[in-house]
C-alpha cells in the first residue's frame, strides 16, 4: 500500500540553528500539505501546494520557516533559525486533490533544545 | 478561539466500557471527518459524515452528525486497548481542501 514517506522520524537541535524535514508524497498525488501538531492539540496547516506551486501558507512563519517543492513531487520544509517554540510533530500529508481524502506521514518530532 | 471544540479533552477507561466524545461548533459544515492517530504516527481518517442526522457505524464506532450540521460525535462500545489514540474531528475550510482541526481527544483505554 502506498504511503507518504517522511524524514528524519525524530529530530533534536539546538535553538538558532537550522533543521530541514523531507516528505515523499503518495505517487500520483498533486495536492501536498505540511502540518504542525503540538503536543495533544489537532495539526494546523503550514503550506499546501498544488503541484509545485503554493496554495495557502497563510500560517507559515515566513521569517524563518521555508518550504518548497521544485519538481512538485517531493517537498522540505525549512526552518532557520529555530526557536524553543518550533519543538512540535510536523506532519505531511498528500491527495490526489484539494478535497480528496488526505493521507499523512508518519511526521517529525523536533525538539529544540 | 477553536472552530472545532471537543470534549473531553482526555479520557481514561477501562476495557469493556463505552463512551462518547464530541465535536462541536456555532458554523455549520457541509461535511466533517473524524480521524484517530496513534502514538509516533500521522492521523488516519476513519469516517467523513455528510448529511444532516446522519448515523454511519465502523465496527464498534458509530458516528453521528447532528440535525444542524454544527456538531457531532462519537461513540465505541465496548472500548479494546487497540482504540487508544487521539481523536480528531476536522472539516474543510473554503475551497482549497484545507482542513481545520479540533484540539482532539486523547483516549487511554486499560486492559
Known amino acids: 500500500e502506498a504511503e507518504v514517506a517522511q524524514s528524519p522520524r525524530y529530530k533534536i537541535t539546538e535553538k538558532s540553528q537550522a533543521v530541514a524535514f523531507w516528505c515523499d508524497p503518495i505517487s500520483g498525488h498533486a495536492t501536498l500539505y505540511w502540518y504542525r501538531q503540538i503536543l495533544g492539540q489537532g495539526p494546523e496547516l503550514l503550506v499546501q501546494f498544488q503541484d509545485e506551486s503554493v496554495v495557502d501558507d497563510s500560517q507559515l512563519p515566513k521569517d524563518r520557516f521555508s518550504a518548497e517543492r521544485l519538481k512538485g513531487v517531493d517537498s522540505t520544509l525549512k526552518i532557520q533559525p529555530a526557536e524553543l517554540g518550533d519543538s512540535a510533530m510536523y506532519l505531511c500529508a498528500s491527495s490526489f486533490s484539494p478535497s480528496y481524502e488526505q493521507y499523512f506521514g508518519p511526521g517529525t518530532r523536533l525538539t529544540v533544545t | 478561539t477553536q472552530l472545532l471544540e471537543q470534549s473531553p479533552q482526555f479520557l481514561s477507561i477501562q476495557e469493556g466500557e463505552n463512551l462518547t466524545v464530541y465535536c462541536n461548533s456555532s458554523s455549520v459544515f457541509s461535511s466533517l471527518q473524524w480521524y484517530r492517530q496513534e502514538p509516533g504516527e500521522g492521523p488516519v481518517l476513519l469516517v467523513t459524515v455528510v448529511t444532516g442526522g446522519e448515523v454511519k457505524k465502523l465496527k464498534r464506532l458509530t458516528f453521528q452528525f447532528g440535525d444542524a450540521r454544527k456538531d457531532s460525535s462519537l461513540h465505541i462500545t465496548a472500548a479494546q486497548p487497540g482504540d487508544t489514540g487521539l481523536y480528531l474531528c476536522?472539516?474543510?475550510?473554503?475551497?482549497?481542501?484545507?482542513?481545520?482541526f479540533g484540539q482532539g481527544t486523547t483516549l487511554q483505554v486499560k486492559p
Open positions: 476536522a472539516v474543510y475550510s473554503g475551497n482549497t481542501g484545507k482542513l481545520i
